[in-house]
Every structure is written in structure tokens, then in C-alpha cells.
């Protein structure tokens, strides 16, 4: 049964900028036939819009990224719009969500917001029905957790680690660290630090460990697409306004236990945050950058070749006496990674965390 709305998903700036779209993508794009079969979608042909949605997608990889003429991504966002609305009219509303999501991600910004406004319809309307087939009743309590202690096994997770884990120099902790401090001893010293207690706040804290609350809120999102619901149970820690720079991105990493991201730098201050399960950390430091041989590629010459959970010592052969610092991340913990510090991320548990990144004034070294 379709929604008691009539099925409308409204889109007031579509409605205005799409004769311009239409003429760009004709004009700059050569894209006459999609123009043809948008307008087909407009007049309410559902197969013209999923017709219209292909093109554009084709068009959006049919070379490198940065080719991609701006105008095929506002065309797409134009087509997932269209698309969209049929398939909330016809009740279909998970299909809904993906389509939408999806010209989230790989859309223009000028029908972003529209594409906003019609993802929180949509879920406005599956709360409601939930709420309804729930009497009313919240439906966060009682949910099963994400990850609970008591299954934690230390020591045969411990054993997963790459070698000589844990054996090494632990990086600092420090429980309530003042902003001054902060700045003292870590930030312009370059030294990473693990802040505890600084979590407990937030709201994310008491929510994200149950499944229920992801499943509701997050359950039928496509990743990574920022979700506004999640978005407001965390807070930007002070921490990151620490140099006067400008707060870059906010980014949340969710995954089973296993799950490893390789070593890798980053440009930005890290200021890594533990919201739920455990994570092992190793770090070496900017300096160390030739010894752990990074791709010689451009676009992957922040990424080690080295596999840390099976080092070819053949290949890299001084990698294993090279010093490191590792720890564990516990629920609540922070770590302070800085800019082009070396690191290898990998999850002991079902994991969620929040990954803040800043950058310093312009100007600054």
C-alpha cells in the first residue's frame, strides 16, 4: 500500500532549475537523449526515468573521476529524483532510500537539498509505520547490543595482531586533558595521545551499542552517506579548534570485528574517537615515510606497501626493527593521531567510531 500522502516526494528546486539542467546537459554534455527521457520522467514515465538514471550514471563512469563534466552529476541527481518518486508512490520505500542515497553520493549539490528533504520524508513515514506497529511504543529498548564485553575473548583476539603488537612503546593516555595541556604536550610536539573520559556526553555513547536504534535510524541507508539522525548523537570535541585551523570532515567508520584498514598517512589532524567495541592502533612516526616504502603512484603515495599482518621480509626487509607505538582503543577513548603519522587501524570487535579531521590556518607549516 502506498503512503497516505498521496505519494508525493516534493522537490521545489528541481521543479525550478530543471530547463536548465535540461539545456546544459544537452548543450555541454551532448546529452540530447537523456533530455528527452528526463522530460518523459517529469511527465510521469516511470521507465524514462530509470532509462535517464543509466545514462547518467554511464556518463559518470566513463573516465577518471575529474573528468566527469559537473553537469552529468546534477543530470543524475535530476534522474534518482525522478526515480525516487515512483518508487515512494508505489510504497517501495527501501528502494526509495537507496535511490536517493545514491544521488547523494555521487550527484551535483544543486538538488542536494531536495535530495535531503526527500530522504527525511522518507523516513519520517517508516517511523511513523514503525511507531504505529509498535502501539506507540519506542522501539530502542530491549534492542540487542552491537558489542558486549562479556563475549570479548583478550586473548585469542590478541593473538590476531600483526607481530611484536603491544610489545613495544604504548602511546600515552591521559584522562580529562585539559585543551592547554593538549596543545602543550601533544599537538605542537607532534605526539600522538590516547584522552579518555571525554566521551561521556555524548549521546552517541548510550545509543549506538543498540541494534535496535542503528537499525531504525541507519538500517536501510547506503554508505557513506552522512545521516543526519547519527550526526546529531555526536559533539566536535574542543580538541579540534586546537591550532586555529579549520575542521575538515567528520567521518564514522562501522565494521565487524576483523575489519582492517592498512597502513596509511593522512594530511589532517586525526582526533579518532572509540564509540563502541575495540580497535588495536599502531603508529610510526612522519619521519619513518621512506623506510615504509609508500606506493610510488601518486593517488596512493600516502599508502604502504607493506602488509603488517604478513611481512615479506624478503621485500622489506628492515621493516620489523623499525620503532612504533600501538594501543587499544576502548569505548570512550580518543587518540590524537597527527598529520602524516603512519598508521594501521584494525577492529577487535563490531566496531563504531568517529573519525574528526582538521587542518592548520592557512600559512601555517
Excluded at 551535483?108 to 528533504?117: C, I, K, M, S, Y
Excluded at 564485553?149 to 602511546?171: M, T
Amino acid at each position: 500500500m502506498g503512503p497516505t500522502n498521496g505519494g508525493i516526494v516534493e522537490t521545489p528546486t528541481l521543479d525550478i532549475e530543471t530547463p536548465g539542467i535540461l539545456q546544459r546537459v544537452s548543450e555541454e554534455g551532448g546529452g540530447y537523449t537523456f533530455a528527452r527521457m528526463a522530460a518523459a520522467a517529469r511527465d510521469g514515465d516511470a521507465r524514462a526515468a530509470e532509462v535517464a538514471r543509466e545514462m547518467a550514471w554511464e556518463q559518470l563512469h566513463c573516465g577518471p573521476w575529474h573528468s566527469v563534466l559537473p553537469i552529468w552529476r546534477d543530470a543524475y541527481s535530476m534522474a534518482c529524483l525522478h526515480v525516487a518518486k515512483h518508487h515512494f508512490a508505489g510504497g517501495d520505500f527501501s528502494e526509495t532510500i537507496r535511490v536517493l542515497d545514491l544521488g547523494l553520493i555521487m550527484g551535483g549539490t544543486l538538488l542536494r537539498v531536495d535530495l535531503e528533504n526527500a530522504v527525511d520524508k522518507v523516513m519520517a513515514v517508516l517511523e511513523e509505520r514503525e511507531n504505529g506497529s509498535n502501539n506507540g511504543e519506542g522501539s530502542d529498548n530491549g534492542g540487542g547490543l552491537l558489542f558486549s564485553s562479556a563475549d570479548f575473548n583478550e586473548a585469542e583476539v590478541l593473538r590476531s595482531l600483526p607481530a611484536n603488537s603491544l610489545s613495544s612503546k604504548l602511546v600515552a593516555r591521559r584522562s580529562g586533558l585539559s585543551l592547554e595541556g593538549f596543545l602543550r604536550d601533544y599537538f605542537l610536539m607532534g605526539l600522538p595521545v590516547i584522552i579518555s573520559d571525554s566521551m561521556s556526553h555524548w549521546p552517541a555513547r548510550a545509543r549506538w551499542n543498540n541494534m535496535e536504534y542503528l537499525k531504525r535510524v541507519a538500517g536501510g541507508r547506503t554508505v557513506p552517506v552522512e545521516i543526519k539522525e547519527l550526526r546529531k548523537d555526536i559533539l566536535v570535541p574542543d580538541y579540534c579548534y586546537a591550532g586555529g585551523g579549520e575542521l575538515r570532515s567528520i567521518n564514522a567508520w562501522f565494521g565487524p570485528a576483523g575489519t582492517v584498514t592498512p597502513l596509511h598517512h593522512d594530511p589532517h589532524h586525526n582526533l579518532l574517537a572509540q564509540v563502541v567495541g575495540k580497535k588495536y592502533v599502531r603508529l610510526y612516526a612522519a619521519s619513518l615515510s621512506e623506510e615504509l616504502y609508500p606506493h610510488s603512484e601518486t593517488m596512493l603515495r600516502n599508502s604502504s606497501q607493506i602488509d603488517l599482518d604478513d611481512i615479506d621480509d624478503n621485500a622489506f626487509p628492515k621493516v620489523r626493527d623499525l620503532e612504533f607505538m600501538d594501543c587499544i582503543l576502548d569505548e570512550g577513548d580518543m587518540l590524537y593521531i597527527p598529520p602524516k603519522w603512519w598508521h594501521y587501524v584494525r577492529s577487535l570487535t563490531p566496531s563504531l567510531s568517529v573519525s574528526f579531521w582538521w587542518s592548520n590556518p592557512e600559512g601555517s607549516p
